[in-house]
T-cell receptor, first 114, second 112 residues
């Protein structure tokens, strides 16, 4: 069975600082990996996704993530945080196959201090 | 742009009432999904549908049912609402079961 682990529930950074949100997955077959963002009172929107092409994936709003098979990780980074990045971030995994579905992590809230 | 709309942003219902949550997508997607979102629990899949009139149970289907009579519309039904169904409900659609899901804005349901 596939699963996603997002350690911690809250990360706080200063404006301009590096953002690092961690995601580890387990999957018995090559995974598809996603990061979604949810701004207050809104649905989720896709930030980026990995589907077995380049291991470094660039997304919207300056975010990127690197797929590391040896570490079973897909951490999300942004070099310089902006106040508008404050939101909840979800990592998710799926895989190809008849019984596949998207499995979400519990989410992590990012706060950005002025 | 894919657009997924949900019939209500906020709903207040009484215990025992029958509740309908409607979701419509405009991109001819085969797959549609209903999730509930609770603090500290992330998103949990209630039901999904991969074709008209087809449905499959997700991780937490108890107390819910769904209907998909048309490709663009997927309804979630709470047969007899209970206070533990107070939650944020999110609808999503996708072209392929493993591909990007597009989400609606959510319905925040309060059951009193």
């Amino acid at each position: 069975a596939q699963s996603v682990t997002q350690l911690g529930s809250h990360v706080s950074v200063s404006e301009g600082a590096l953002v690092l949100l961690r995601c580890n997955y387990s999957s018995s077959v090559p995974p598809y990996l996603f990061w979604y963002v949810q701004y207050p009172n809104q649905g989720l929107q896709l930030l980026l996704k990995y589907t077995s092409a380049a291991t470094l994936v660039k997304g919207i709003n300056g975010f990127e993530a690197e797929f590391k098979k040896s570490e079973t990780s897909f951490h999300l980074t942004k070099p310089s945080a902006h106040m508008s990045d404050a939101a909840e971030y979800f990592c998710a995994v799926s895989f190809t196959g008849a019984n596949s579905k998207l499995t979400f992590g519990k989410g992590i809230t990012l706060s950005v201090r002025p | 742009d894919v657009k997924v709309t949900q019939s209500s942003r906020y709903l207040v219902k009484r215990t025992g009432e029958k509740v309908f949550l409607e979701c419509v997508q405009d991109m001819d997607h085969e797959n549609m999904f209903w999730y509930r979102q609770d603090p500290g629990l992330g998103l949990r899949l209630i039901y999904f549908s991969y074709d008209v009139k087809m449905k499959e149970k997700g991780d937490i289907p108890e107390g819910y049912s769904v209907s998909r009579e048309k490709k663009e519309r997927f309804s979630l039904i709470l047969e007899s609402a209970s206070t533990n169904q107070t939650s944020m409900y999110l609808c999503a659609s996708s072209l392929d079961r493993v591909e990007t899901q597009y989400f609606g804005p959510g319905t925040r349901l309060l059951v009193l």
